[in-house]
C-alpha cells in the first residue's frame, strides 16, 4: 500500500509567514520615518516659515484710509470738511460671484445698475482682500434695507468712515472741485500702497491739483478673523496720518457777494490782489453742488449736468474764451504812447465810423452818431471805437500782438489748478499756420482795425483779463496767479506760507504814460461821460474801470443791432474791468455775463458789488491770520 500525499506544509507557511512580517515591519518603519521626517521638517527646521503661514490665514491686514486735509478760505472759514457717513464696503475675496453680488444690489435699489459694470472693474482692480467702498454716504433708509438683507450677501458690509462735505455748497465749486469714485486709470497714476483703502479722490480744481496734500497716509489694522472672515479681536494698528490742510487765498464774503450777483446769468468773476497774485474771487455761473459728487452721483444726475444748455459743469472763470471786446483799449493806448505812434495828446474828430485809406468799408462805432473831437484820454473814457481803428493801424499788428503777450493774454497764467485755456492772440505767423486756402493766410488790414477793439480772432479768459488788468494797477508789476495761500499741518498745527511767484515785469514805460492810461480808467467811472459813471454813485473807494462788449455774430454793413429782436443767446457779451482804490490798488476785478449785452449795465454792477465787499473787509480784518485754532479743528472728524 503507498503512502499517503502530504497535505500541509507547515515549515513551508511559517517561512511565508515570517516574510510577511518582515515585509511589513519595514514597510511600516519606512511610512513611520517619512512621517517622523516630514514632522521635523514641520515642526522644527520649518517653523517659523510654517507658522508665519498659518497666522497668515487666520490674521487680515485691513488698511485704515486718513482723514483728508481740510481746506479753509483766507480768513479760516471752512470750505471744506470731512463728515461722519455709512459706506458701503466690498471683498472681493469673501464673494463667490461678483457679477452676480453687484446685480443684486443693484434689484436691491443699493447701487445704480448704470454702475454695476463699471463697480465691477474697479473692483477687479484692486487686490482680492481689500475693502472698496462702492457707495458713500449711504442713508438711514438705505442702511435699515441692507442690515435686512446683510446675510445674503457675505463679502458685503457697512462701515462707518468720513465723507467730504461742502458746507457752503455751491459756492466756489469750481475752484473747490469735488470728489469722484477712483477709477482704473487714477489707480494706474496713484500709489497703491499710499492709496490703500481709498476709494474716493479728487476730480478737478483745487481738490485734485492738491490731492498729494490733501490725502495724507494710512494707517492699518492687524485683525484676527474666524473662518467666515468676521474680525474677532484687533491685534495691533497703526494709525493713519492726517492729510494737510489748506489755506486758499479767496475771500468767502466776496466769493458769495461775486455768486449772488451772477446768479441766474452765465458768465465768470475773478478778483486778484495786484500786489502777489492771489485770487480773492473765482466765480463760474451757473455753478453746480460739489456735495452731490461726494455720495456717488447717480449717472441721471450727470448726464442731466452734462446736457444742461447753461453748463454747469464748465469752468468759464478757468476756460471760458471771450473776445475781450474795448476792455483791452488801455492797453492797446498804453502801447501806442509808449511806441510813439499816437501821443496821448493826439486828436482826431469821431463822426461814427472809421474807413481804411482809399477804402469805402466803414468800421462803425458803438455810438452812430460819433463822439466828437476825443484826444487818449477821452477815447478811453467814451470808449470811442474809432479812434482805438486808426490807433491799430497806426501800430500794426505785430506790435499788438507783442503788446497783449506781454500783459498775458494768449498764453496760461500759471494758476495752481489744471484745465487752463490758453487763450488766443492772433497774428500773421498765427494765420498762415492755421489757415489752408492761400488767399485767407494772408493777414489783411481790416484784421488789424477789429483786433482794435478786441474783437476778430483775439480771444481772452476772464481769468487773464483779469491778470491783464492787475498788472495795469500794479504798473508793470506781474504775479502769478494763485488759489493757495498755505499748507498747514493739521498735527503740529504749523503752517507753510506760498511766497507770491514774479513774472518778468513791464519795463521802459514810463510814469507819464501809466498814469494817463490809470486817470483814463478812472475817467470811465467818475468822469462825466464815462461809459461806466452810473458805477460811482455812492462808491465808497475810488475805482479805475473799463467796460466792453464782444459781438456773438457780425452784424451787416447797412445793419443794425437791435438787442430786442435778436435771441438772448445771440446778444454781445458784457464785460467789464476794473481795480480799486485807484493810487493804492488791493483788487483788480475781470467780469464777462454771456450775452448781456452792456458791460456798463450788466457787468459792471458785478464788479462794483465784489469791490466793495472784499475792500470793506480789508478795512476791518488782519490779513493773512486764519481762524483761531478752535474754529479750524471743529471741521475735523477723526
Known sequence: MSPLP????????????????????????????????????????????YSAQSQGNRIRVRPVPPPRGLIYDRNGAVLAENLPAWHLEITAEQIDDLDDT????????????????TTAELVRSRRRFDAVAIRRQLSDEEVARFAVLQPYFPGVEIRAGLARNYPNGNTAAHALGYMGAMNVDDKERLDPAAYAGTSYIGKIAIERSYEMELHGQPGHNDTLVNAHGRVIQVLQSERSVPGQD??????????????LALAGKRGAAVALDPNNGEVLVFASSPPFDPNSFTGGIST?????????????????????????????KPILGLAAMHKGTTPHNHKMFCRGYYSLPGKTHRYRDWKPEGHGMVDMEQAIAQSC?????????????????????????????????????????????????????????VWFPGETVITGIGQGYLLSTPLQLAEATAVVAARGERYQPMLVKAVRDPVTGTSVMREP???????????????????AMREVVSGTRGTAR????????????????????????????????????????????????????????????????SGSGVAAPVARVIIDTYLSGVAT?????????????AARLQ
Not at 308 to 322: E, I, K, S, T
Not at 565 to 572: C, G, K, L, T
Request: proline share 5%; net charge negative.
Open 300 to 328: 441721471t444726475e450727470y448726464r442731466a449736468l452734462q446736457m444742461d444748455h447753461d453748463q454747469p459743469l464748465f469752468n468759464r472763470a478757468l476756460r471760458g474764451r471771450y473776445p475781450p471786446g474795448s476792455t483791452i
Open 102 to 117: 453687484l446685480q443684486r444690489l443693484a434689484a436691491a435699489g443699493l447701487l445704480e445698475t448704470e454702475a454695476v459694470e
Open 501 to 519: 511767484l514774479p513774472k518778468a515785469p513791464l519795463e521802459g514805460i514810463s510814469d507819464a504814460n501809466w498814469q494817463l492810461t490809470i486817470d
Open 246 to 259: 489748506l489755506v486758499l487765498t479767496l475771500d468767502l464774503p466776496s466769493q458769495q457777494a461775486a455768486e
Open 534 to 597: 452810473a458805477l460811482n454813485a455812492g462808491a465808497k473807494f475810488p475805482i479805475a474801470g473799463k467796460s466792453g462788449t464782444a459781438q456773438v455774430f457780425s452784424v451787416g454793413q447797412d445793419e443794425e443791432y437791435d438787442e430786442e429782436e435778436i435771441a438772448e443767446r445771440m446778444r454781445d457779451h458784457a464785460l467789464f474791468v476794473a481795480f480799486a482804490p485807484v493810487d493804492d490798488p488791493q483788487i483788480a476785478v475781470a467780469v464777462i455775463v454771456e450775452n448781456g449785452g
Open 6 to 49: 502530504q497535505i500541509k506544509d507547515t515549515w513551508q507557511e511559517q517561512r511565508l509567514t515570517t516574510v510577511r512580517i518582515i515585509a511589513c515591519s519595514v514597510m511600516m518603519l519606512l511610512l513611520i520615518s517619512l512621517v517622523i521626517t516630514r514632522l521635523a521638517q514641520l515642526q522644527v527646521s520649518g517653523y517659523e516659515y
Open 621 to 633: 480784518q488782519e490779513p493773512e491770520k486764519p481762524a483761531a485754532e478752535p474754529v479750524m479743528e
Open 385 to 441: 471805437d474809432t479812434y482805438f481803428y486808426e490807433l491799430a493801424v497806426d501800430l500794426g499788428i505785430d506790435e499788438i500782438e507783442q503788446t497783449f503777450r506781454m500783459f498775458g493774454l494768449g498764453e496760461r497764467t500759471g494758476i495752481d489748478i489744471g484745465g487752463e485755456s490758453p487763450g488766443l492772440v492772433p497774428g500773421k505767423a498765427w494765420k498762415k499756420a492755421n489757415f489752408r486756402n492761400k488767399g485767407d493766410q
